[in-house]
């Protein structure tokens, strides 16, 4: 499942782009297949890093890859590049893990290139909240997400980072109801018959792209949107 649009973000042929908490290596992975770039992902944990990894390795035999690709190990709080080194960055559903997410922000805009693009993103406020307020379980989750953004806060602290934001956008709302029951049934039983069944539908429509599901997740991203993904250009100091 992938949260940014790689269009809205610009991303060119050529350009170097560092995914942050990459995890499998999702985001990693599309980018290398839509253009002759060279993709860095980043994250923190082993295992997700070799899975992304073999299935990186993958794309590249079955000649799938148009660009280059590295997974590396790191912490957003003190990123292993230079600065300026990308041109694009991504950075999705990773700062409501971090202590310190201004610290985070700060290292984003340092190995951000001037003039280069980046694209946020966090839980929407609402299906947080609502996740929060039905299990303890899911908001004490070790790893897990430790504050809930309004938008205007995530904002707020872009701009305060010479970041000038020049698109929103809502993605995934058929998602929030699928976690919101995940903490009804209980969020650490992911046998739970309802959740169970509701995941594969959401599967079914990975595989499918159906058309008409589509179009009731971009109604439904109007007003109950998993995510909110800010795209931003970093200003020239």
């Known amino acids: 499942m992938l949260t940014i649009d790689y269009d809205v973000l610009g991303l060119r042929d050529g350009e170097r782009i560092l995914d942050?908490?990459?995890?499998e290596g999702r985001h990693t992975w599309q980018a290398c297949k839509v253009k002759n770039c060279i993709a860095c992902g980043l994250d923190l944990d082993h295992t997700s890093l070799?899975?992304?990894r073999f299935v990186l390795g993958n794309l590249d035999e079955h000649g799938e890859s148009k660009g280059d690709w590295l997974l590396?190990?790191?912490?957003?709080l003190r990123l292993p590049f230079r600065d300026g080194t990308f041109d694009k960055i991504i950075c999705s559903e990773v700062l409501e893990h971090v202590p310190d997410d201004s610290q985070g922000i700060k290292e984003i805009v340092r190995v951000l290139k001037d003039d280069g693009?980046?694209?946020?993103?966090?839980?929407?406020?609402l299906p947080e909240a609502i996740c929060w307020k039905l299990s303890k379980t899911y908001q004490n989750t070790p790893g897990g997400h430790i504050r809930i953004y309004r938008a205007k806060e995530?904002?707020?602290k872009l701009n305060q980072n010479n970041l000038d934001i020049f698109a929103v956008r809502?993605?995934?709302?058929?998602h929030s109801f699928y976690w919101i029951g995940r903490c009804l049934f209980g969020s650490d039983n992911d046998k739970a018959f309802l959740p169970s069944l509701y995941h594969k539908f959401l599967v079914w429509d990975?595989?499918?792209?159906?058309?008409?599901?589509?179009m009731v997740d971009d109604m439904l991203n109007n007003v109950f949107a998993k995510s909110v993904v800010f795209y931003a250009r970093?200003?020239?100091?």
């Open 20 to 23: 942050i908490g990459c995890g």
């Open 50 to 52: 070799a899975k992304g």
């Open 72 to 76: 590396t190990e790191g912490s957003i």
């Open 117 to 125: 693009t980046l694209a946020v993103s966090v839980p929407s406020y």
């Open 154 to 156: 995530l904002r707020s």
């Open 170 to 174: 809502h993605k995934h709302a058929l």
């Open 206 to 214: 990975l595989k499918t792209n159906s058309k008409p599901v589509k």
């Open 234 to 237: 970093k200003g020239q100091v």
